[in-house]
């Protein structure tokens, strides 16, 4: 039997509207682990914010995380592939910002598989976490396993080891100008993965690549790759699989890039495809 490598995306994609895994998604996942397939996990997140009923699976070995800046290991619970940011690049990303007048934006960076944030940032969230002001999975996203730290914004040793950023505003238009400004640069890539962020890592890095050196590593013949996502941070991904997947509830744009269309990620649409290739 041929050995499949799925590749994963975690938000709009395996994890529902209520950021949970369906019981239907998780028991054909385990099955084809069992079966000896590779179920990789192909995130922006960092590992740590991989949600934890992901760890039910039994048998995940790797994980393509932070838009593919970092390739983990998790036997030998290792990065065997890491790329940072340009020194001094995050600092003159917030620093833009800080001088663009918006309102309402917090922002977080990824260094050596931590979350780290500003405490201030992480107050206010928790103030008005029962306010409405804030989507619910935003909020138990930002108030679960990060580092805070007090002037964050100003921290040289973190922001200069960052392998990836992201910046959230209330204002989706301050997203888009962000990023429209900065995509054109040859030293830093920007993309988004949910409404009104941007995320920035180096040139050159995106869920395609983290892929790409995963199967080569494992001797996976790219036609032999499944990848799953739904929005422009998958795009890579997607087209750089055999079998690229995106779901039902991906704009037109991800459709467009991949193989293949399925059922939207509040109804197993990863596991509806699973069992269709593989006949389970």
Known sequence: MEKYIIAVDMDGTLLNSENKISERNRNVLQRLIDDGHYVVPATGRTRELIPQEFSVLRGVKWGIVENGCVVWDYDKNEMIWRKTMPKGMVRKILKEVENSGAKGWIAEAYANGIAYSDADARDYVASVADKDLLEK?????FLSRHKYVKDFYH????????????????????????REKWKDLDDVAVTTSISGNAEFNAAGVDKGVGLAMLRTKLGIDRMHVIAFGDNENDLEMLEGAGIGVAMGNSKQYVKDAANEVTGDNDHDGVAEFLERFFGL
């Open 155 to 178: 921290q040289e040793d973190i922001l200069d080891q960052a392998e990836k950023i992201n910046i959230y505003f209330d204002d989706m238009e301050n997203s888009r100008e962000l």
């Open 137 to 141: 999975t935003f909020v138990d996203y």
